[in-house]
């Protein structure tokens, strides 16, 4: 964190924002402001350099053209992926959550290069789109929470041998594989399928961002009445029988 703060990094809402995916950049600086943290939420357009000066840098989803002219521009701008080796906290979603792999399919049903900042590769599924709540267990090292969230992706994402699953589905197909895995991760890059927000449902994770970006092992505790009243809310919808 700069001496001017923690500073935010919005990634493309022009082109990656599906779903209410904005509102995990709204979860992250709220929870930051409760704590007194002092935080600059910057919005960065497709049209704009990416900063390398971020702290967090969050990415949504989009749809299938949207997210191939997203990917042409981070691999051609490079300022994400310096952010990363920078030891930038990275948080993508869905389209985001594939632009950080090796490679997805894209809109022209063409191999398309990633930023290859998670070890995964996606392709596209040839059965049912995976629409639905989903329920699962975070990583155990990670000491969070159940998962909650909401998929829509017709993507299947493979991991490969240095990416660790983020979460183990319970309910819902996660990255489609059928092996029960749910987005991927590594020190400080996470992706993952759920949107939500899936920040707004599962707050714990937007404070684990704040602790990897702060470097502590804790923080001050704040209200998580609206929170935990929402999580209960889905949770309970997920595993009502159809």
């Given at each position: 964190?700069?001496?001017?703060?923690?500073?935010?990094?919005?990634?493309?809402?022009?082109l990656?924002?599906t779903?209410?995916?904005?509102?995990?950049?709204?979860?992250?600086?709220?929870?930051?402001?409760?704590?007194?943290?002092?935080?600059?939420?910057?919005?960065?357009?497709s049209?704009?350099?990416?900063?390398?000066s971020?702290?967090?840098?969050?990415?949504?989803?989009?749809?299938?053209?949207?997210?191939?002219?997203?990917?042409?521009?981070?691999?051609?701008?490079?300022?994400?992926?310096?952010?990363?080796?920078n030891?930038?906290?990275?948080?993508?979603v869905?389209?985001?959550?594939?632009?950080?792999g090796?490679?997805?399919?894209?809109?022209?049903?063409?191999?398309?290069?990633?930023l290859?900042?998670?070890d995964?590769?996606?392709?596209?599924?040839?059965?049912?789109?995976?629409?639905?709540?989903?329920?699962?267990?975070?990583?155990?090292?990670?000491g969070?929470?159940?998962?909650?969230?909401f998929?829509?992706?017709?993507?299947?994402?493979?991991l490969g041998?240095?990416a660790?699953?983020?979460?183990?589905?319970?309910i819902?197909r996660?990255?489609?594989?059928?092996?029960?895995?749910?987005?991927?991760?590594?020190?400080?890059?996470?992706?993952?399928?759920?949107?939500?927000?899936?920040?707004?449902?599962?707050?714990?994770?937007?404070?684990?961002?704040?602790?990897?970006?702060?470097?502590?092992?804790?923080?001050?505790?704040?209200?998580?009445?609206?929170?935990?009243?929402l999580?209960?809310?889905?949770?309970?919808?997920?595993?009502?029988?159809?």
């Amino acid at each position: 964190m700069s001496n001017n703060g923690l500073r935010l990094v919005w990634v493309y809402p022009d082109l990656l924002s599906t779903y209410g995916d904005q509102g995990n950049a709204l979860v992250v600086e709220r929870r930051a402001r409760q704590r007194g943290l002092d935080v600059q939420r910057v919005d960065v357009r497709s049209d704009q350099p990416i900063p390398t000066s971020g702290d967090i840098y969050l990415i949504g989803g989009g749809e299938d053209r949207p997210q191939r002219l997203a990917s042409e521009r981070l691999r051609r701008d490079g300022g994400l992926s310096r952010a990363a080796s920078n030891g930038a906290i990275i948080f993508s979603v869905c389209a985001g959550y594939q632009i950080l792999g090796h490679e997805f399919i894209n809109d022209l049903g063409e191999r398309e290069p990633g930023l290859g900042l998670l070890d995964v590769v996606s392709t596209r599924g040839e059965g049912a789109r995976c629409v639905g709540d989903v329920l699962g267990d975070i990583d155990p090292n990670l000491g969070l929470p159940p998962l909650t969230g909401f998929e829509n992706h017709q993507g299947i994402t493979h991991l490969g041998p240095t990416a660790r699953p983020f979460a183990r589905t319970r309910i819902g197909r996660g990255n489609g594989t059928g092996d029960g895995t749910e987005g991927a991760y590594n020190d400080t890059v996470f992706g993952t399928y759920m949107h939500g927000p899936v920040l707004a449902r599962n707050p714990l994770i937007a404070d684990h961002l704040l602790k990897l970006a702060l470097d502590v092992n804790a923080l001050p505790p704040c209200d998580d009445r609206w929170y935990e009243a929402l999580r209960a809310e889905r949770i309970a919808s997920a595993t009502q029988p159809a």
